[in-house]
C-alpha cells in the first residue's frame, strides 16, 4: 500500500495511538462524542443547496455544504417540490454523515410532511423516496 499512496506515513500518523491500544483498553465513542446534525435545505428559482451543521459546546459549526443548479425542467417545480428535491440530492450527497447519526431538518416549510402525504409520487420514484 506504501507504494500507491504518498507520504502514507504522514497521513496514518493521527491513527497510530488508536492502532497501538492494548488489548484490554477498548476504544468505544462515548455519548457526548455523537451529536446531532440540523441540515438546513433551501431552493431558489435556478439553484437549490443543503448546509449540514452541528453544535458544539453551544455554537454551530458548518461541517459541509451542498448545491446545485436547476436544469430547465426542474425550473417550473413548485417552490414545495424544489425544496423535496433539494432534501433528496442532499440526503443522496450527505448519506455518510445522516445515517450513522441523528439529524434535524431544518426549512421553511414541512417538506418531509408533504412527502409523506403525496398521494401520487409522480416525480419521486422509488429510489428517492427510499433515500430519504
Known amino acids: 500500500m506504501r507504494r500507491f499512496i504518498p507520504n502514507l506515513s504522514e497521513k496514518v500518523d493521527a491513527f497510530i495511538p488508536i492502532l497501538r491500544l492494548k488489548n484490554e483498553a477498548e476504544f ?4 457526548n462524542n455523537k451529536k446531532n446534525f440540523r441540515l438546513y435545505v433551501e431552493a431558489k428559482d435556478e439553484v437549490i443547496g443543503a448546509v449540514l451543521t452541528q453544535e458544539t459546546e453551544g455554537k454551530e459549526y458548518i ?7 436547476l436544469i430547465d425542467a426542474e425550473m417550473r417545480y413548485t417552490f414545495i417540490e424544489k425544496l ?3 432534501l ?16 434535524i431538518v431544518v426549512c421553511q416549510t414541512d417538506v418531509i410532511k408533504h412527502i409523506l402525504h403525496k398521494a401520487d409520487f ?3 420514484d422509488r429510489q428517492s423516496v427510499l433515500v430519504l
Open 28 to 31: 468505544t465513542w462515548g455519548q
Open 63 to 69: 461541517i459541509t455544504h451542498v448545491s446545485r443548479q
Open 122 to 124: 409522480e416525480w419521486y
Open 88 to 103: 433528496y440530492y442532499a440526503c443522496a450527497k450527505l448519506r455518510s454523515y445522516l445515517l450513522p447519526n441523528t439529524c
Open 84 to 86: 423535496c428535491l433539494s
